[in-house]
């Protein structure tokens, strides 16, 4: 693991850190676990704010931007549309810009190597859970007759979540560190993909394919100066209109049906798209707050879409801070030059908001690699040293 033994203790110390921040949804089940997480990761923010301003000395645009996103989402919700706060999760995700932000100035490969112990030591949990308990550890049962089995990652199409960002920050520290895929996390490919096909998920089945199917392509020079960001943003949008708005899938007819064996409407979310973009209009600036559900025949839906579900919880104002989150990034990425490690980030930013099509995710994992992706040029220039 290429862990000096005199930093042992502070990898150690580190991981009891970061360890609140990325707590998985199954021990939120637990009332009393779930207070001292949200106090621990209450903690964990002022300590970080406080050692960003006296040891980096700065804030940064990714932590000003990141403010007023969440701040706008909290204030949307609760002062002008009385729903939830989300300040758990608002504030969680805040701690990982600082965190990130922190160790990326002072020491990057320390939180790395605590970030793979964690990361490695969930993805390997949870799929000896699905082993163990083929039924679930949980039966979630989110509305009336439906009840589903859920994992340490919670339900299928939640796995992708976790999976996929945990998966990446692995490959980036083992390419950043060794300049190559190390055995174990190879072995740690290959177990996510027996993971995500256990749970019989199609968005993370194809989203995690994805990943790595881009990842391929990157070794590829010829391509490399193809498949950037602004490529790949621009393809997001194209993608985006054809399948939400258009609700066009003839051409994926044998992928979706006989492969995936799903309908073509997605399991029903294009009547929940078409519904949505209905509801958006209401409060099309400020949002109807975070976590609204809407009407779709005689059942109450989220979007089933993350840029969707950010409109109609936060408004357009709300999308306009979160896309100049993206911009700020991707410009970060963009100016850094090609190797593995900034492809790596790419393809994992970018399958996020592929899962995105047809779930809806909180914002913890998306910040991390946001934070990783900014903070691309300073950690980069560390490894040149």
């Given amino acids: 693991m290429n862990i000096n033994q005199s930093n042992l203790l502070l990898t150690f110390l580190t991981v009891l850190c970061i360890t609140p921040l990325f707590l998985p949804i199954y021990f939120y089940r637990f009332h009393t676990l779930n207070l001292i997480n ?51 999760n608002i504030i969680c995700a805040l701690s990982i810009v ?14 790395l190597n605590a970030i793979f112990i964690l990361f490695s030591g969930l993805l390997l949990f949870n799929l000896l859970t699905q082993f163990i308990f083929p039924n679930g550890l949980f039966v979630d049962n989110p509305r009336s007759n439906l009840y589903r089995p859920g994992w340490l990652f919670g339900i299928d199409n939640a796995f992708i979540y976790y999976i996929s960002p945990m998966i990446s920050v692995i490959i980036f520290r083992s390419i950043y560190l060794y300049n190559r895929i190390t055995l174990f996390t190879f072995f740690l490919i290959c177990s996510s993909l027996i993971s995500i096909f256990l749970a019989h998920s199609a968005t993370g089945i194809v989203s995690l394919l994805l990943l790595y199917s881009l990842m391929i392509i990157y070794r590829i020079k010829s391509l490399n100066k193809i498949f950037n960001f602004i490529s790949l943003s621009i393809l997001y949008i194209i993608i985006w209109i054809f399948v939400v708005r258009i ?73 306009v801070l979160f896309v100049s989150i993206i911009i700020l990034v991707g410009n970060k990425i963009q100016v850094t030059k090609i190797l593995p ?42 490894k040149e040293i």
């Fill in 38 to 88: 949200s106090a621990l990761i209450l903690l964990i923010f002022i300590i970080f704010i406080t050692l960003n301003l006296l040891y980096i000395k700065k804030i940064n645009i990714l932590i000003v931007l990141s403010l007023c996103f969440f701040l706008w989402r909290f204030y949307s919700s609760y002062y002008i549309s009385h729903g939830i706060t989300d300040l758990n």
């Fill in 341 to 382: 490690e900034k492809q790596v980030i790419l393809s994992a930013i970018f399958i996020f908001f592929i899962a995105g099509l047809t779930e809806t995710y909180p914002y913890t994992y998306i910040f991390l690699l946001l934070t990783i992706g900014y903070n691309l040029p300073i950690i980069m220039k560390k």
């Fill in 98 to 111: 600082l965190v990130f932000n922190f160790y990326s100035n002072r020491n990057i490969t320390l939180l």
């Fill in 247 to 319: 609700n066009s899938f003839k051409s994926f007819e044998y992928f979706i049906v006989d492969l995936l064996g799903k309908d073509l409407t997605f399991s029903g979310r294009t009547r929940i798209w078409n519904v949505a973009f209905d509801v958006l209009k209401e409060h099309l600036w400020v949002g109807n707050g975070i976590g609204y559900t809407f009407k779709v025949s005689y059942t109450y839906f989220v979007a089933h879409n993350q840029l969707l579900q950010l409109i109609i919880e936060s408004g357009l104002i709300g999308l």
